[in-house]
């Protein structure tokens, strides 16, 4: 069996520690997912979910355990080696597109391969590409607020593909539109994620949604059943 992409082992995480506030969020939280992998996150509200998801993508430390990507441990590395870690290897999707407004739809994902190095000839080919392959490469040069909520969402789910990562970690990613919309909008960014082959930690309230992934995993009072 491939060595995991994702093993997160035994994350503690409390905010306010030591004040009348503590809250503990995470209690030894343990989860594996492996290459090509999608997996869907439930978890009621405030049971830590999107804290998981920012310490397995290193945006968060946790107060104890482990996180290891692709076989590496994270929670040793120098912020800055952390950062090139998160650029090259981890997409992320939030609930909000969080598009830059004065962009257009190719830009916002050409803009993180420039980052990366990536010519803008082959930025925007590989741009235009993901577009197309969610439907939305006639839109490419409008700006994000002549574009339909699901059509933001899109352009953000190929934003957080633009680098080939090896993982994605998506939080609520169609929590933020109607149930047609969130069905389509769904569809397309499961057709990016098998299309690439990549692994993936979906969080999402949506059953009927999470049913369509590989596996189910809960978070309940800090730790993954």
């Known amino acids: 069996m491939s060595d995991p992409i994702l093993k997160l082992s035994g994350l503690t995480k409390t905010y306010n520690r030591g004040k009348p506030s503590e809250v503990q969020v995470l209690r030894g939280a343990d989860l594996v997912i492996r290459p090509g992998e999608v997996v869907a996150l439930v978890a009621p509200s405030g049971a830590g979910k999107s804290t998981l998801l920012h310490i ?17 441990e994270m929670t040793k590395l120098s912020d800055r080696r952390r ?29 993180p ?16 590409e993901l577009l197309a392959q969610v439907g939305v ?14 059509e933001q969402q899109r352009v953000a789910f190929c934003r957080a593909l633009a680098n080939a990562p090896r993982l994605l970690l998506a939080d609520e990613p169609t929590g933020n539109l109607d149930p047609d919309t969130s069905d389509r909008v769904f569809g397309a960014l499961m057709e990016l994620v098998r299309g690439t082959g990549l692994s993936a930690l979906i969080a999402t ?14 978070m309940d009072h800090g730790v993954v059943a």
């Not at 397995?56 to 590496?72: M, N, R, S, W």
């Open 205 to 218: 309230h949506n059953l009927e949604l999470a049913s369509r992934m590989d596996r189910v995993v809960r």
């Open 137 to 150: 490469e006639p839109r490419a040069d409008h700006r994000p607020a002549a574009l339909s909520g699901g």
């Open 83 to 111: 950062t090139q870690v998160r650029r090259a290897d981890v997409g992320f999707i939030y609930q909000f597109h969080h598009l830059l407004p004065e962009f257009t739809a190719l830009e916002n994902i050409v803009l």
């Open 113 to 128: 391969q420039l980052a990366a190095g990536v010519s803008r000839r082959e930025a925007e080919a590989r741009a235009r």
């Open 56 to 72: 397995a993508g290193l945006l968060d430390t946790p107060d104890a355990g482990h996180v290891e990507i692709a076989g590496q």
